[in-house]
């Protein structure tokens, strides 16, 4: 019994020193800065409440300055090539504006008129999947103009011909030999006022010769495009 009584005073002196030692340990942690305790919060320095804010735990603060005149203009030119963004954008994030209608109209209004060195191009009588667009992203600016396919009427300039012209692969981003074209020359109603097979080879040929001016006019239309965009 007396082996037993002695157990429980020992017991009974270990656990008072563990609760002391406990006790000491949370009053050194309450007194540590909060620096000490984590490296999750934000807190201001503790020399000045009016100091600068510097994550708990950093190795720097961090002092904001006002930017100088120079990188003002460094970031004004690295804006330049954004012109058209929204005003809401203003931190250069992804934006996309649809331009295809208005670019379906300054393209029919474009072609019509242009002239080859045998026939001229009366008309646009269709713009299948014509696609415009002006992407923002990160400051910067990036334009296209895609079009399927483009059906176009000619005359031959001596009021001897007429037929159409079917232009694919026609876009912005591709070149004036990637531009397809096929010729289509309208039978004559009269064989007296039909060509003869000569006149009919140069026309095919002159025509089929016209990759160039076709994406000449789409990159001029993207052009305006940019432009008018810029403006708004």
Known sequence: MAKDQDT????????????????????????KPLAEKSSYYYAHNSVSPEGPKTLVGAQTIYNHKP?????VQKLALKRQDSEGESAWNSGGTWEEKDF?????????????????ARATFTE???VEECHCGLIFSR???RQYLEIEKLEVKWEAKEGKGKGKVEVTELSSSGDADDVQIKVTIKK????EEGLSEEERRALEK????TGELFKQAVDGVLAQVAAGAAKQ
Not at 67 to 71: A, H, K, R, T
């Open 206 to 209: 002159d025509l089929k010769a």
């Open 100 to 116: 295809s209608k208005v670019a379906e109209k300054l393209l029919k209004e474009d072609i019509k008129g242009k002239t080859t």
């Open 67 to 71: 930017l100088g005149q120079d990188e």
């Open 188 to 191: 004559a109603e009269k064989e």
């Open 124 to 126: 646009v009588n269709s």
């Open 8 to 31: 429980m005073a020992e017991l009974s002196e270990n656990m008072t020193g563990l609760s002391s030692s406990d006790a000491t340990t949370d009053e050194k942690s309450q007194n």
């Open 139 to 141: 400051g910067k600016k």
